[in-house]
């Protein structure tokens, strides 16, 4: 009997180094499918975008911490990003990712009538960690994302949408699917999984 | 292949570098990712294939950068934004200020002005207003214009009135401005006792002790190595036991100062020197 040689080769460098996540009108449900999907010690940080009537308070890290099995919260300015930590924009300002591996806010104008914009901060993962960054968008009645979702896929990242057929609001992802910016287009259950799966790639 | 044009890193700090040494405005110690975005903006609207033709522009052509401070500084403001932060004010702020006899009050970074009006009808209506001085500053020129005008549009009007009654306002907002062709006209008796200036908090130092400060979405843009100058003045400005207020999403917890203010309201953002 004869056991494999051990191989030499450096372990690879991990692929992806983030997951941002849009949504918009139905995104509550969508998210509620996914994130609970997520197994615990997930490695990579998890940053989510939500359209939400402005003003509210952000009950969004309690409402979720309920439901998943990862630690969330709101994302707090200059803050460093942790594996297995799922953090949500705060109402009323932009969140951005910095190079540096922290998070940045800004109240600069709503973008497609949002603040916080998933283009904003889908721009910001695609300048910050390019090939690294996995960009997901899921349903919405906003024509946000498209474009942030397509910056992430052309500097090399991974990028999905919705299955607008199965989608509660099918014009967000509708509109990453015209524009190209989807590399696959998956109902929320393979989303989830595939998420799921990014664990094993070490 | 990246989002921005190549070198953008390498050409945003010579431009920054160039604004600097011909302008002196310091834009050296911003976060990165919200100026790279301001930039790309900035390069769409001025029309520039790259950064380098954007700095060859502003060089040499100060109109051509005050357009350009116009985009880098994020004019954005509101009356009352957080108005829960006008309400901790009045109730926790307000009661130790009229224990002075004269106020001088600090709004760094003042934008367009909705902060102070803001802040002058709270001091008017707690009869607070008649002995205070305001310094309201920024380093946008022509946002202080704007803000020494205080005229705004008809269309934000709906906002503030929301935000003003929500911030535990005693009166009408309406009482505050002559409605005139799509826009309101502030009542100049509020801004009787403010004075507007040209102040960075990069490079100028304190000019006044002041009882309060306030702060907002201005450090969010800043470093920390910059936060910590800010925090510096503030400090320096401050008279023992003074207040300082800052944005929703800013704290001066984990800074060089930490330790030299203690949290009054700590959702608000309300602190207070030791
Ligand atoms: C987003 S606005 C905030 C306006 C207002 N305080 C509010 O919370 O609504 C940010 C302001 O900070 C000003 N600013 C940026 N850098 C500054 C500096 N170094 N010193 C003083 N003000 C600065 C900008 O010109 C801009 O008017």
Redesign the interface.
């Known amino acids: 009997m004869t056991t494999a040689a051990p191989t030499s080769a450096p372990r690879p460098a991990r692929r992806f180094a983030v997951v941002v996540i849009g949504a918009s009108a139905g995104g509550i449900e969508a998210l509620g499918t996914v994130l609970p999907m997520l197994p615990k010690h997930y490695t990579l940080p998890v940053v989510v975008v939500l359209h939400l009537p402005a003003d509210e308070p952000s009950l969004l890290a309690e409402v979720f911490s309920y439901k998943v099995g990862l630690a969330t919260k709101e994302a707090?300015?200059?803050e460093r990003l942790q594996p297995g930590v799922i953090y949500f924009a705060?109402p009323?300002?932009h969140l951005?990712?910095?190079?540096d591996g922290t998070f940045?806010?800004?109240?600069?104008?709503p973008v497609h009538f949002s603040r916080p914009s998933i283009d904003?901060l889908f721009?910001?993962a695609?300048?910050?960690y390019?090939e690294r960054a996995v960009g997901v968008l899921l349903t919405g009645a906003s024509q946000d994302g498209a474009r942030g979702l397509l910056?992430i896929r052309?500097?090399?990242g991974q990028t999905l949408a919705q299955d607008p057929a199965e989608a509660m609001i099918s014009i967000m992802p509708a509109a990453a699917v015209e524009l190209g910016a989807a590399r696959a287009v998956l109902p929320l259950k393979d989303i989830g999984r595939f998420l799921a799966g990014l664990e094993k790639e070490a | 292949m990246s989002l921005y044009p190549e070198n953008f890193q390498i050409e945003i700090r010579l431009l920054i570098e160039a604004i600097y040494l011909k302008y002196n405005h310091d834009f050296r110690n911003y976060s990165p990712a919200s100026l790279r975005r301001r930039v790309a903006y900035a390069l769409q609207q001025f029309g520039c294939q790259t950064v380098s033709a954007l700095q060859e522009k502003v060089l040499h052509d100060p109109d051509a950068f005050m357009r350009l401070l116009q985009i880098l500084t994020i004019p954005v403001s509101e009356m009352f934004r957080d108005p829960t932060y006008f309400l901790a004010l009045r109730q926790h702020v307000v009661p130790m200020l009229r224990t002075y006899p004269s106020l001088k009050v600090w709004i760094a970074g003042c934008s367009t002005g909705e902060e102070v009006y803001s802040m002058a009808i709270l001091l008017h209506e707690e009869g607070l207003l008649e002995r205070t001085i305001l310094y309201a500053t920024d380093i946008n020129p022509q946002s202080l214009e704007k803000a020494e005008r205080g005229i705004y549009s008809a269309d934000s009007v709906r906002k503030f009135t929301q935000n003003y009654q929500k911030a535990g306002g005693k009166r009408a907002f309406s009482d505050y401005y002559t409605a005139a062709y799509n826009s309101a006209i502030m009542d100049k008796s509020l801004r009787q006792n403010v004075t507007f200036a040209d102040h960075s908090l990069a490079t100028d130092s304190v000019f006044s002790e002041t009882h309060f400060v306030s702060c907002r979405n201005v450090l969010i843009y800043f470093d920390r190595a910059l936060q910590d100058r800010a925090f510096g003045l503030f400090h320096e400005s401050l008279c023992r036991r003074g207040f300082l207020g800052l944005g929703a999403k800013e704290t001066v917890q984990f800074s060089a100062y930490a330790e030299l203010f203690e949290p009054v309201v700590r959702e608000d953002r309300i602190f207070r020197k030791k």
Do not use: F, H, M, N
């Open positions: 707090d300015e200059k705060p009323s300002y951005l990712l910095e190079a940045a806010l800004s109240t600069e104008e904003v721009g910001s695609a300048d910050a390019g910056a052309e500097a090399g």
